[in-house]
């Protein structure tokens, strides 16, 4: 690949982007398999979209907390999206794509509904999708509609995360939606999924819509994530919420999971049915990789007793509320497990006073 044109000795700020700008004409001649976005100029953005949708070389895109504005640019000039294209993408990852959050911002975009269009613009021209992961993604709403027509036959892994309610990204559609049914199902290859514990389902009334799903996953499913909001600690004594609890259902039904990834304010009742259903459920010796993200420490009994045979538990800690001697009540609970996952305890991201005070 040429090299970039030689930097003037008195370069600016403004005159670094015009040099890696003119150098993006150079990326053509390369054949690129792997493209990161994060952020950046709308220049940059746009040519490495573009090059994306003239190419199908890339086979796996990441595109993270970009300007909105950078999007609608890139759909309202590009020609090849009038003319139709392909992309080679077998990998495709969209994560903190939010609208504008002020009226001049607003004001800057030539079209406010760019985050559904740019989804719908890379999906429906992407036939080779293996992976498709959609991740703190606002205004969504179509979704449904937007897969409704879609198939991918090589697809393995779905995953559609919103975690907090504070950041304006919970979905507006629940799994019952009948066009999220009728894409998964479409789908037999699923090895892994990944949904919104609060976007089950609206009503326990509403269980049964689920069960031609639940029966498609049984068998099929390895690995699972769930993501719940962040509660305020006066919700965190609240009634369990119907959706939340039915995590619980999915993972009794479930027969091959092997890795499971929970994150966020799960109530302490939520949290026993699930390490509950699992211990009931083939999952009790089948499951090797066990993740929590803001874990609670009274849980911890009722994981190694529920999951013996795990090969990883990685409990990330940060922001967990009451957090007091994590550390020596998690290394103590791990003691009276079986041996073999003594020393497969990851404690991530725990504060350094944690550890270092006593009694803390």
Not at 119 to 148: A, G, M, R, Y
Not at 277 to 291: D, F, G, H, N, R
């Amino acid at each position: 690949m040429p090299s970039l044109p030689p930097a003037p000795p008195d370069l600016t700020l403004e005159g670094l982007q015009d040099v890696l700008v003119a150098g993006m004409a150079n990326l053509y001649q390369a054949q690129v398999r792997t493209v990161r976005i994060v952020r950046g100029s709308d220049p940059m953005i746009q040519a490495l979209l573009e090059y994306i949708v003239r190419r199908d070389c890339v086979r796996k895109l990441w595109v993270e907390d970009v300007p909105l504005r950078s999007l609608a640019h890139f759909l309202e000039s590009t020609p090849e999206l009038l003319g139709g294209f392909t992309t080679g993408l077998t990998h495709l990852r969209l994560r903190k794509f939010l609208t504008a959050r002020s009226i001049l911002d607003r004001a800057r975009l030539p079209n406010d509904n760019c985050c559904p269009r740019f989804i719908q613009t890379i999906v429906s021209h992407s036939p080779n999708l293996t992976s498709l992961t959609l991740e703190t993604v606002q205004d969504v709403s179509t979704l449904p509609e937007i897969l409704d027509s879609l198939t991918f036959p090589a697809l393995t892994a779905f995953q559609l995360r919103s975690q907090t309610e504070n950041d304006g990204c919970m979905i507006q559609f629940h799994l019952t939606n009948d066009k999220m049914i009728g894409f998964l199902l479409r789908h037999p290859k699923l090895r892994a999924f990944a949904w919104p514990a609060e976007r089950f389902l609206s009503h326990q009334s509403h269980e049964p819509l689920l069960a031609p799903l639940i029966e498609h996953f049984s068998r099929r499913l390895v690995w699972f994530r769930s993501d719940c909001s962040l509660l305020r600690a006066e919700l965190l004594a609240a009634r369990p919420n119907p959706s939340r609890l039915f995590v619980a259902a999915f993972l009794r039904r479930m027969e091959v999971v092997e890795s499971i990834k929970l994150q966020g304010d799960f109530l302490r009742e939520e949290m026993s049915a699930i390490h509950a259903a699992i211990a009931s459920s083939s999952l009790s010796v089948k499951m090797k990789k066990y993740s929590l993200i803001r874990p609670q420490v009274d849980s911890l009994h009722e994981i190694v007793t529920a999951m013996p045979n795990l090969r990883e538990l990685k409990l990330c800690a940060y922001f967990t509320p009451g957090l007091i001697s994590f550390y020596n009540t998690a290394i103590e609970g791990v003691r009276e497990a079986d041996g073999s996952m003594r020393h497969n305890l990851s404690l991530v991201s725990i504060p350094p006073t944690v550890l270092a005070t006593p009694g803390a």
